[in-house]
Nanobody, 121 residues
Framework: QVQLVESGGGLVQAGGSLRLSCVAS????????IAWFRQAPGQEREGISS????????HYADSVKGRFTISRDNAENTVYLQMSNLKPEDTAVYYC??????????????WGQGTLVTVSS
């Protein structure tokens, strides 16, 4: 079964840190571009960070730049999101997303089920 499973969410005080993991099963992440999204209550889902298949290129939303770090370990079929200096406004469900385009131009996309991060003030 093809799936992504996020873990590492929880309750943390403002200023604290968490590391989210996204593990793929049923497929290999090697050729996939990975992104982390989050959705706060009553708000739209927003993309916050992404990493290329090789890990060479990363992007961050302004809201998390300098505080979050995305990384990947293709050997472990896992992507991480290290979150530091967390703020109450970081409270959300965090999702990982994997996208690849085949040589036939077919788009392959997998979403995880999400992990809840709650930051208390």
């Amino acid at each position: 079964q093809v799936q992504l499973v996020e873990s590492g969410g929880g309750l943390v005080q403002a200023g604290g840190s968490l590391r989210l993991s996204c593990v793929a099963s049923g497929f290999t992440l090697n050729f996939y571009h990975i992104a982390w999204f989050r959705q706060a209550p009553g708000q739209e889902r927003e993309g916050i960070s992404s990493i290329s298949s090789s890990g060479d290129v990363t992007h961050y939303a302004d809201s998390v730049k300098g505080r979050f770090t995305i990384s990947r370990d293709n050997a472990e079929n896992t992507v991480y999101l290290q979150m530091s200096n967390l703020k109450p406004e970081d409270t959300a469900v965090y999702y990982c997303n994997a996208v690849a385009i085949t040589y036939l131009k077919q788009i392959l996309e997998v979403w995880g089920q999400g992990t809840l991060v709650t930051v208390s003030s």
